[in-house]
């Protein structure tokens, strides 16, 4: 938020660090832990990967815990429901302000991340390759995000741009691309022992 609103517009004057919940962005977090994860990598001589992949299935669990939590405050809504049959926990959260029912977004975030983590529990003795588990779990969550992010009211636009939803592409992108790389050379390595 503070690089999108503030840095790159000119008017930094916020600081880092605010109390608004509008303010945070759930791909900083995203961002962040893989950042810790490669500094913890570099500080401990570890591979990245093995690292990555210890915290994946953990940190699915996390987010769905976050996505829960913000039934506690006016976060993570859709558009107003208007059909009183639809106004209902958990298909619609009430604001605080305005008591309008709103579609709770958070709900499906939590529910799809629980997807994503089953998913996970279930295929994850399959991966045999060094992140491919990390791998999974943030594409899978990025391109759950990237629809859910078209639903939310309270997005973080740059111009036209939703944040969020080009950061989950460039992720999806990456991992994607690092994917085939490595496919490419496991079948050129397959080719030369022929």
Request: proline share 2%; aromatic share 14%; glycine share 8%.
């Amino acid at each position: 938020y503070v690089l999108t609103h503030d840095v790159l517009t000119g008017a930094f004057y916020q600081g880092f660090f605010t109390a608004q919940p509008y303010a945070h962005a759930f791909c900083g977090a995203i961002i962040g832990v893989t950042a810790a994860l490669a500094l913890t990598a570099c500080l401990t001589k570890n591979r990245f990967t093995v690292l990555a992949d210890a915290t994946a299935i953990p940190g699915m669990l996390l987010i769905v815990l976050c996505r829960l939590s913000e039934y506690q405050s006016d976060f993570g809504w859709g558009s107003i429901v208007n059909d009183a049959g639809l106004q209902f926990f958990p298909l619609a959260v009430q604001d605080s302000f305005w008591q309008e029912w709103h579609l709770a977004v958070f709900n499906l975030e939590a529910f799809l991340a629980l997807t994503f983590l089953t998913i996970l529990l279930i295929r994850g003795r399959k991966l045999h390759r060094d992140g491919a588990l990390f791998e999974s779990a943030l594409l899978w969550w990025s391109l759950g995000q990237i629809f859910c992010e078209t639903i939310r009211t309270e997005v973080i636009n740059w111009g036209f741009l939703p944040v969020q939803q080009l950061i989950c592409a460039v992720f999806g992108l990456v991992i994607l691309i690092c994917r085939g790389i490595k496919i490419g050379k496991s079948k050129r390595q397959l080719s030369v022992t022929m």
